[in-house]
């Protein structure tokens, strides 16, 4: 039974990180729209889902604002933040964005379409994209799980 469980757990894995992008369309908060199978993910993208009404999501994305600038001068990689606030609390998500001062490209993703599509199911929820490519995947926020992301950020640059 352990073997059957190992078998199908490291099956999942490997469906989720061959994972392709989606053909899926999201609003920037300026109203550009970005297609997700065509994004450039030569160098890694990161993809953080989150909700005005997630204090871990908030957490997460103000630690990762705090090193965000020292990443950018070693690391070459995009950030896009996808806010999945649905019709009552999207109207909070510029605010909230502006009142932070993040940085982060922040997507509007009212109808969860994105998130449907790459089968996440909770947040906070953090991905990395590589070559068009899911490449790692980490649920939930803990203090210092950005120090893995940003391992992964550089071990995914020098593999170019």
């Avoid at 989606?22 to 989150?50: A, M, Q, Y």
């Avoid at 965000?68 to 019709?87: C, V």
């Avoid at 609390?89 to 605010?95: D, E, G, R």
Wanted: proline share 4%; glycine share 4%.
């Amino acid at each position: 039974m352990k073997m059957i469980f190992s078998g199908l757990f490291v099956s999942c894995l490997s469906f989720f990180y061959a994972q392709e992008m989606p053909n899926v369309s999201l609003n920037t908060l300026s109203g550009e729209r970005i297609n997700f199978s065509k994004i450039d993910s030569s160098n890694p993208v990161i993809v953080s889902f989150w909700a005005t009404w997630c204090l871990p999501c908030m957490e997460e994305l103000t630690a990762i604002n705090d090193k965000y600038g020292d990443w950018q001068k070693e690391n070459k990689f995009t950030l896009l933040a996808a806010a999945t606030d649905d019709a009552r609390t999207v109207s909070k998500v510029k605010t909230l964005v502006k009142s932070k001062g993040w940085p982060y490209t922040v997507l509007l993703d009212s109808n969860q379409t994105l998130k449907r599509a790459l089968n996440i199911n909770s947040i906070p929820h953090t991905i990395l994209i590589h070559k068009g490519k899911v490449v790692y995947s980490h649920v939930g926020y803990s203090p210092g799980d950005e120090d893995e992301l940003i391992k992964k950020i550089k071990e995914y640059n020098t593999s170019n």
